[in-house]
């Protein structure tokens, strides 16, 4: 069974900071990777694409993949209050995509 | 990124009637959409997954003849909901697919019913 895991915190990072959220998955012949961010009574919006081991910036985010070790991470740098928010990891494989349950970020002024 | 709308944002009806939801690709033709349900605090449930020209493809414990989901042309996907109950008052999500697998959601729907 494939399994997407996240620690559903919440990771409280003071404003400024650099927050981490990590995410583990079970099938190693996953193909790809996103993250996405969903507000409180949003819908999820997608930030992040990675489909390659290593990194991947995008202004203040970056994606980091590693396959070998089964995780992937998104940094956030220069945390906002803006950026609190729930956070999915998504795993593809073969055009389905398993959800992990989000890890929610607070960013305190 | 790809832009996804829906209609109705929010509804609210009696129980017993009927519900359709409209999901559409607006810059971008998807074959494949999905439909999702999420109660508050909740993870995001997948409830099916919806192929252009095909039956959809329904989640265990999901009943097909109360959720219909239409698939009509590669950028319109419908959800109704039949015979609506309180306990279906939650909020639907669809998204649509992309050619490299990215999926992009719709604002969502927030379905109370009375």
């Known amino acids: 069974q494939k399994e997407v895991e996240q620690n559903s915190g919440p990771l409280s990072v003071p404003e400024g900071a650099i927050a981490s959220l990590n995410c583990t998955y079970s099938?190693?012949?996953?193909?790809?990777f996103f993250w996405y961010r969903q507000y409180s009574g949003k819908s999820p919006e997608l930030i992040m694409s990675?489909?390659?081991?290593g990194d991947k910036e995008d202004g203040r985010f970056t994606a980091q993949l590693n396959k070998a070790s089964q995780y992937v991470s998104l940094l956030i740098r220069d945390s906002q209050p803006s950026d609190s928010a729930t956070y999915l990891c998504?795993?593809?494989?073969?055009?389905?995509?398993?959800f992990g349950k989000g890890t929610m970020l607070l960013v305190s002024p | 990124g790809a832009v996804v709308s829906q209609h109705p944002s929010r509804v609210i009806c009696k129980s017993g009637t009927s519900v359709k939801i409209e999901c559409r690709s607006l810059?971008?033709?998807?074959?494949?959409m999905f439909w999702y349900r999420q109660f508050p605090k909740q993870s995001l449930m997948l409830m099916a997954t919806?192929?252009?020209?095909?039956?959809?493809?329904?989640e265990q414990g999901v009943e097909k003849d109360k959720f219909l989901i239409n698939h009509a042309s590669l950028t319109l996907s419908t959800l109704t909901v039949t015979s609506a109950h309180p306990e279906d008052s939650s909020f639907y999500i669809c998204?649509?697919?992309?050619?490299?697998?990215?999926?992009?959601f719709g604002p969502g729907t927030r379905l109370t019913v009375l």
């Open positions: 810059d971008f033709q998807a074959t494949t």
């Open positions: 919806s192929n252009e020209g095909s039956k959809a493809t329904y």
């Open positions: 998504a795993v593809n494989k073969d055009s389905t995509l398993t």
């Open positions: 099938d190693r012949g996953s193909q790809s």
């Open positions: 998204s649509a697919r992309t050619y490299r697998d990215e999926q992009f």
């Open positions: 990675i489909y390659s081991n």
